[in-house]
């Protein structure tokens, strides 16, 4: 299964883009396969299907995304012929379902083959590993200088500068960048200048390029000094042989004048390739998603036994708190190993004491808050509420201070093993909104996001200041979030929506907050070792990252 295309971000010339999309190859073997023929072996091939609306579709190009549940089923046929897939019952070996989170978390997922009403299909398995074969996604850093350029004035020195051009394939020159004017200067040293691999070479290593230097006319009407065409690869090899240099020719000169050589000698200075990561190779790299839900047991909810109660337990209807917990949960549950999530609650008397308590566990235990799996949440959500006397305030600092102990925990390791994910659920304004701010500052410094939905019809206005979609969040005292990790989103906003697009739209935006935070530390993913980036919140703040083309084919390989 091969990768499809991508959509790469445009970028001013010497600009540095966000990291483009990444792409994963799905790699398919079997073993032990059902033998349906009774002179030969089974000629097997692999029918990838993906659940769309209530069912399942053939497909043959598919794209990741983090923020959805993606189902997919392995049908493994063994065929006489293209045109009989998938249409012999009798020839059916087994199938799979898993969902596309789960192969890329695992890096190799192997499940036993199942026939129809779930028998197993002998001991048959299927193993699906996946790979990122996205490549050059990053950018290089280069820096220029000349030697005995030709004089084009006549009472002063030339005023040289220096173009970089790709040839597309259609012949055309594409401008990439363009360096700054040094005055007066026969050898100038041009300042280095940095350009994703996509801009310089469309990621095509043997693609020409060509460099042009100019004598700068103040009129616009540059002097030609002279080019020299080469290819990013040969760039890489002259530099790491110290022979990067070219002579700048003028063709006119070279056939006018017998002995001419050049019209001086550019000299590639200094090369510096950047690895820009993607948030699949943190994920595939071993990266832990640990998510954490805290619920608003605040007495402005209303009695849980009343129907009006956005906290009713509805034996036909999951209230709102509910919804927008299990929509998320679902997708963050498939990128942590052990399936267990923490679960807090905030704003209620708490036994046995029934004194407040603003980042209590659910399940009243606090040595371990976690519970087993999104359905271990939820039970115990639905335990605690008649254990606890719903109160207030609504103070959520205490659970984002207590998440950001762990993420901060994590962040001394120095390494990309955990990133981590905290739901608000909340049905009004937060109270402590001074403290609160001041906790999201501090958070934006860890490896961890803040997911915000408001339950019910409360006037959310004042909540989207903590989303930084606005403008940069600063704290009581000023200090500016280095990142922007906040999603807010009034649940009203997508109830008739399907939970897949609630947990689409919380969660569209972490894939861009996992890379900037790592890209900010300077973290590789685990086990690729050290690589450069181009790290600071400049950096960090660039967009976000692109869905991953999938792209599959019929047949085992």
Known sequence: ??????????????????????????????????????????????????????QWVQVFTLDY????????RFEVYDTRGPSDLGYQDDDFLGGMECTLGQIVAQKKVTRALLLKFGRNAGKSTITVTA??????????????????????????KSDPFLELYRVNDDGSEQLVYRTEVVKDNLSPVWEPFKVSLNNLCSCEETRPLKC?????????????IGEFSTTFEEMQKAFGEDQAQWDCVNAKYRQRKRNYKNSGVVILADLKSYRVHSFLDYIMGGCQIHFTVAIDFTASNGDPRNSCSLHYINPFQPNEYLQALVAVGEICQDYDSDKRFSALGFGARIPPKYEVSHDFAINFNPEDDECEGIQGVVEAYRNCL???????PTNVAPVISKVARMAAAEESTGEASQYYILLVLTDGVVTDMADTR??????SYLPMSIIIVGVGNADFTDMQTLDGDEGILRSPRGEPALRDIVQFVPFRELKSASPAALAKCVLAEVPRQVVEYFSY??????GLGTHTYDAGPERARQPGVRPVSVSSTLGVP
């Open 1 to 54: 299964m091969s990768a499809g295309s991508e959509r790469p971000a445009a970028a001013a010339p010497g600009a540095v883009p966000a990291p483009r999309a990444s792409r994963v190859e799905l790699r398919l073997s079997c073993r032990h396969l059902l033998d349906r023929d009774p002179l030969t072996k089974s000629d097997p091939s692999v029918l990838l299907l993906l659940r769309s609306q209530n």
């Open 212 to 224: 042009l230097v100019w004598d700068h006319d103040s009129r616009g009407k540059h002097d030609f």
């Open 438 to 443: 001041e906790a999201i500052v501090r958070a």
């Open 131 to 156: 790979e990122d074969i996205s490549g050059n996604n990053g950018y290089v850093e280069l820096s220029f200088r000349a030697r005995k350029l030709d004089d084009k004035d006549l009472f002063s």
């Open 386 to 392: 008649p254990r606890v006397q719903l109160y207030g």
């Open 521 to 526: 530390r300077e973290l590789p993913p685990r």
């Open 65 to 72: 995304y983090f923020e959805e549940v993606q189902k997919l």
